[in-house]
């Protein structure tokens, strides 16, 4: 892969390659763009068997971060970091090495917790830099996102209940859940209190002995999940679940959940519409963990101030279900050009010398 052609293509600004081989550090930092306002995107600690897979993987993440970032309204831009390593290789050195490293941009790039990477590892990264956000509300943080990003998919999943019943209730409707972690287990409050009846699938024993716990039904088989007849499909374990495998077996009129990347291709978008499935699309629905950052970075953190914001996840959907009908396009594409056009529009403003 020619890395310039391929960052050219996908638009991105800077990739940044560092090592420190004392600390075991080997890492990458991409900012996608940075109309909006400074890069911002978690560090993903992950053992890519190449570098060529670790790089493409770091400028797909911090592309991801743009769209979600400019189509929840934020003034933020795109970025995201990867350090080459698993969790046993992780240490104190390594964390403040990386952090160091953040504070040598200046603040175009400000790190958070992403895949592998703990709110411990935070606290070392943030004794190094500045640029860090998403620590514990202790430190002055915004604290564990995915409280908001749970409360952004349960509005979201109201606003597509509006669209394609008429009512927003959920009430008596069924959600399938595919995982039962953080986000999942916040949503699942959210969906019995407002009695939804909820069928999970989770491949940690312990992940669906909680579910059992908190009197779910539960399914011994993981993948039985996409054969559920339901009413909401919710993804919220893994990326690229949206694919010509699984789509044919879907039984359900929404699909809306957590999970990053859930379509394996774009063109699948097209698939579940043809199916007549509403597509909720992930980095919409999902905001709210990034819209609770963005209240830390403007100074001090409110969480009332941090769930109005992430309820409006409802309106944005709404525009985008809109904006796919009016144009005659899926919502998926829908999403992007909001995203687009947001980014387009403050492009042209900026020229304006002040
Ligand atoms: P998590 O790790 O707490 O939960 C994910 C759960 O999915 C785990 O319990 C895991 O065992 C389970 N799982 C993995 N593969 C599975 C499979 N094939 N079938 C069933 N269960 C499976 O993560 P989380 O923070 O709850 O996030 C869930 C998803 O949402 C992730 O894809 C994440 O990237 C995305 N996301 C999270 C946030 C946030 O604020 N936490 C924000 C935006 C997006």
């Known amino acids: 892969m020619n890395v310039t052609d391929y960052m050219e293509a996908h638009g991105h600004e800077q990739l940044s390659v560092y090592t420190d081989p004392e600390a075991g550090l080997r890492a990458f930092i991409a900012i996608h763009d940075t109309t909006l306002g400074p890069a911002v995107g978690g560090v993903r600690i992950w053992p890519h068997r190449t570098e060529q897979e670790a790089i493409v993987d770091v400028l797909r993440l911090a592309r991801g971060m743009t769209y979600k970032s400019a189509a929840a309204g934020l003034n933020m831009g795109g970025g995201k970091a990867l350090i ?13 090495a990386f952090g160091r490293f953040v504070d040598t941009l200046g603040g175009r790039y400000v790190t958070t917790e992403d895949v592998g990477a703990t709110l411990r590892d935070l606290e070392h990264v943030a004794q190094e830099t500045e640029y860090v956000v998403g620590l514990p509300v202790s430190q002055g943080g915004s604290g564990d996102p995915s409280i908001m990003t749970a409360f952004g998919i349960y509005r979201g999943m109201k606003a597509c209940a509006l669209d ?42 312990a992940g669906l002995e909680r579910a059992r716990q908190a009197n779910l039904e539960t399914l011994d088989d993981p993948s039985a999940i996409y054969d559920q007849e339901c009413d909401i499909f919710a993804p919220c374990a893994l990326g690229g679940i949206l694919n010509d495998d699984t789509i044919p077996r879907l039984r359900c009129r929404i ?59 409802y309106d944005t959907l709404q525009q985008v279900m809109d904006t796919a009908r009016s144009r005659d396009i899926t919502t998926a594409q ?21």
């Open 334 to 354: 829908a999403a992007d050009r909001l995203a687009e056009e947001r980014i387009e529009a403050v492009r042209r403003v900026k020229r304006i010398y002040l």
């Open 164 to 205: 394609v019943w008429g009512s927003e209730s959920l009430e008596g409707r069924t959600v399938a859940l595919q995982g039962f972690g953080k986000v999942a287990t916040r949503l699942a409050g959210h969906l019995t209190n407002e009695r939804a009846r909820l069928v999970v699938s989770e491949i940690d024993p």
């Open 84 to 96: 080459i390593a698993s969790a046993q290789d992780k240490s104190e050195a390594m964390m403040r």
């Open 255 to 313: 699909v809306a959940g957590a999970a990053n990347n859930q379509l394996l291709e774009d063109r699948h978008s097209s698939t579940l519409q043809s199916k007549g499935i509403l597509y909720a699309p992930d980095y919409i629905i999902n905001a709210g963990g990034v819209i609770n950052i963005s209240l830390e970075m403007e100074g001090e953190y409110d969480e009332t101030l941090a769930a109005e914001r992430t309820g409006r996840i």
